[in-house]
């Protein structure tokens, strides 16, 4: 069956409208002292998405939520839900960076990223995780590439390609290469070689790092320019 991705997105909205959602969520209010402020799962939304409150206050109403998701009880997937939908900005991005990067057909991938995102949200380890939305948006971008590298390399494997024609063993360590340039990177600009990678080549926006980095998005794009004018005049000098 073809999946749209804006039908998962529509689905799940109107999940969120009916009446055993709504009693779900209140009963959610009553187990949280955090999420309690919020009326109705609108309310919340429009807070993760677009309100003024900082990186720190929205990462621990997706604590709550994850906590919930992972409870077992009747709220378990009402906030399973709530999580979808706050995460869906950076699943949306994901999605995009997929298809870019040919990991699958759009059905594949949105499927894909869907039970993904449950299955992280699910399991998450609250202990170990500092930023929720990053840390699962990132684990699920670095499965899909992995997931899609194993696939060829079966592939390739199971072909008739002429034996001299399988990529060499320094071809197959290409994949090495993030570490290398990480490497470079560190010695030319430092501490910020870590956020040059993340916009440059991962592909993320300003936005997304600095929630992943916990700084403001001013401060973010600031260190970005910074260090992008640094590589600059380096790449200058060898000119």
Sequence with gaps: MSIAWHEIRDHLMLSSSTLNFQRNFEALRRNSETLARFADPAALLDTLHVGSCGPNEKNRFLVALVGAAQSGDATSDCALTLMLLALWPGLDAV???????????????????????????????????????????????????RTRQREDRHQSLRSDTDPDEIPTDGEASAIASPALLHRDLVRIIGKDADLVIRVAVDGF????????????????????????????????EFR
């Design 95 to 145: 999605r995009r960076r997929s298809m870019w990067r040919r990991i699958g057909t759009g059905d594949e991938v949105a499927s894909e990223i869907l039970a993904r995102a449950s299955e992280a949200i699910r399991g998450l380890d609250l202990q170990r995780v500092n930023w929720i939305a990053a840390t699962i948006l990132r684990n699920i971008e670095r499965d899909l590439i």
């Design 205 to 236: 926006s300003q936005a997304e790092v600095a929630s992943e980095l916990g700084l403001s998005e001013a401060a973010t794009r600031k260190r970005y320019q910074r260090a992008t004018r640094r590589l600059r005049d380096t790449l200058q």
